[in-house]
């Protein structure tokens, strides 16, 4: 099975801080995302990558950078974490852009910013 | 990607079937229909998929209307570890655009 391992399951920042949150997947998927997941507002995509150093913008990009050095890892990035930055984080990925597509998901990371 | 209608939440006896359902009356004839499950506190999980078919796996069935207008999925023999918000999805495949989740069925298993 594909394994989609997020680096922290919980962490606690000060507004400001800068904050990674990396993804990394073991079975080869061309394509990554990143989501946030909060109350009533579902799942909402950030960033997503189909390549290795490409990147494409989501629904609810700002204030948000990613990074894809390497087909396995897609790192996102608060350059300046705020307040209404608290949530749920979930990296996901796919095989390709053919066919059916299904997305396997990462545990999640929650992000508190004080 | 067609919108879903699903009803926010349902009760099942652990041992017997759940049966949750899915409107998706706009579908295309290009689009899938997906589910996929969250428990609490943990990241979705894919659960199957179709086109057109019927079909089963390990975890799931997945029935779709001649008319592909509904479908329901269905766990044969619910237990307490199925509790978790069903998430019904439909969209074209083909692309590596998000999934769009709506609200989904709380589906509770109860003992």
């Known amino acids: 099975d594909v394994k989609v391992t997020q680096s922290s399951r919980y962490l606690v920042k000060r507004t400001g801080e800068k904050v990674f949150l990396e993804c990394v997947q073991d079975?080869?998927?061309?394509?990554m995302f990143w989501y946030r997941q909060d109350p009533g507002l579902g799942l909402r995509l950030i960033y997503f990558?189909?390549?290795?150093?490409?990147?494409e913008k989501g629904d609810i990009p700002e204030g948000y950078s990613v990074s894809r050095e390497k087909k396995e890892r897609f790192s996102l990035i608060l350059e300046s974490a705020s307040t209404n930055q608290t949530s749920m984080y979930l990296c996901?990925?796919?095989?390709?852009?053919?066919?059916?597509?299904?997305?396997?998901f990462g545990a999640g990371s929650r992000l508190t910013v004080l | 990607d067609a919108k879903t209608t699903q009803p926010p939440s349902m009760d099942c006896a652990e041992g017997r079937a759940a049966n949750l359902p899915c409107n998706h009356s706009?579908?295309?004839?290009?689009?899938?229909v997906y589910w996929y499950r969250q428990i609490h506190s943990q990241g979705p999980q894919y659960i199957i998929h179709g086109l057109k078919n019927n079909e089963t796996n390990e975890m799931a069935s997945l029935i779709i209307t001649e008319d592909r207008k509904s479908s329901t999925l269905i766990l044969p023999h619910a237990t307490l570890r199925d509790t978790a918000v069903y998430y019904c999805i439909v969209r074209v495949g083909g692309s590596a655009r998000q999934l769009t989740f709506g609200s989904g069925t709380q589906l509770t298993v109860l003992p």
């Open positions: 990558s189909y390549d290795v150093k490409m990147k």
């Open positions: 996901a990925s796919s095989l390709s852009a053919s066919g059916a597509n299904v997305l396997t």
């Open positions: 706009t579908i295309s004839g290009n689009e899938y």
């Open positions: 079975m080869d998927h061309e394509n």
